[in-house]
């Protein structure tokens, strides 16, 4: 019996309105809204990412546009595997001979389901298990850059703004507990979100077969 011979292709995609979001979530100056932003960033994000289906008729279609009828059953062989609307990554198998004209075709599509998008090749396997792991550590890298976020948002909101010209500087006033203890629960709240989607990813990841 022959075996089939693939290639794992991990990529990202950038789209133009996600990448001016994010811009403007990281650069907020309001900390007592960063964890509800980041969540609605999230949510956005995974409204409009394009399912499995819309990014197998995309690839296969700017795939013919590129290489012609000749490029057919390289086109129909490719498989979306693994999508993740938080992290924009997605995990595509193909032949091995096909290899290398996929990832020419997701290098040269600037445009996906009437959006604006850049495709980076993160990187390229031989078999389902280091693809698997190297998604892994990619989709934790950019959670973990979420949860700093968060950290850091949150650490900004719990620092008491004193008044030099007070006596009674040291005391924080009842009127800023609040908002920080409204903060505090955003932030806790996001976290659990997160958390779970971050579970809920490396479960789909861990579930896929050759």
């Given at each position: 019996?022959?075996?089939?011979?693939?290639?794992?292709?991990?990529?990202?995609?950038?789209?133009?309105?996600?990448?001016?979001?994010?811009?403007?979530?990281?650069?907020?100056?309001?900390?007592?809204?960063?964890?509800?932003?980041?969540?609605?960033?999230?949510?956005?994000?995974?409204?409009?990412?394009?399912?499995?289906?819309?990014?197998?008729?995309?690839?296969?279609?700017?795939?013919?546009?590129?290489?012609?009828?000749?490029?057919?059953?390289?086109?129909?062989?490719?498989?979306?595997?693994?999508?993740?609307?938080?992290?924009?990554?997605?995990?595509?198998?193909?032949?091995?001979?096909?290899?290398?004209?996929?990832?020419?075709?997701?290098?040269?599509?600037?445009?996906?389901?009437?959006?604006?998008?850049?495709?980076?090749?993160?990187?390229?396997?031989?078999?389902?298990?280091?693809?698997?792991?190297?998604?892994i550590h990619h989709v934790r890298n950019a959670y973990h850059a979420d949860f700093h976020q968060q950290a850091a948002a949150q650490k900004r909101t719990d620092e008491p703004k004193h008044d030099t010209h007070n006596k009674d500087s040291t005391m924080v006033d009842d009127n800023q507990r609040q908002p920080n203890a409204v903060a505090s629960v955003e932030a806790t709240t996001t976290t659990r979100k997160l958390?779970?989607?971050?579970?809920?990813?490396?479960?789909?990841?861990?579930?896929?077969?050759?």
């Amino acid at each position: 019996m022959v075996r089939l011979k693939t290639r794992w292709i991990l990529a990202r995609l950038e789209f133009q309105s996600d990448t001016n979001n994010s811009t403007t979530t990281t650069t907020g100056t309001n900390p007592a809204s960063a964890a509800s932003a980041l969540l609605l960033l999230h949510k956005t994000k995974a409204r409009s990412f394009p399912s499995h289906k819309e990014l197998f008729f995309a690839l296969h279609d700017a795939h013919l546009e590129n290489f012609g009828l000749a490029a057919t059953g390289e086109a129909k062989e490719l498989q979306v595997r693994f999508s993740d609307p938080a992290t924009q990554l997605v995990l595509i198998r193909v032949a091995r001979t096909a290899g290398a004209r996929i990832r020419c075709t997701l290098t040269l599509m600037t445009n996906l389901i009437d959006r604006h998008v850049t495709i980076r090749i993160l990187s390229v396997h031989g078999n389902v298990r280091t693809a698997k792991t190297a998604a892994i550590h990619h989709v934790r890298n950019a959670y973990h850059a979420d949860f700093h976020q968060q950290a850091a948002a949150q650490k900004r909101t719990d620092e008491p703004k004193h008044d030099t010209h007070n006596k009674d500087s040291t005391m924080v006033d009842d009127n800023q507990r609040q908002p920080n203890a409204v903060a505090s629960v955003e932030a806790t709240t996001t976290t659990r979100k997160l958390c779970a989607q971050l579970e809920a990813s490396l479960a789909e990841i861990h579930a896929i077969d050759f």
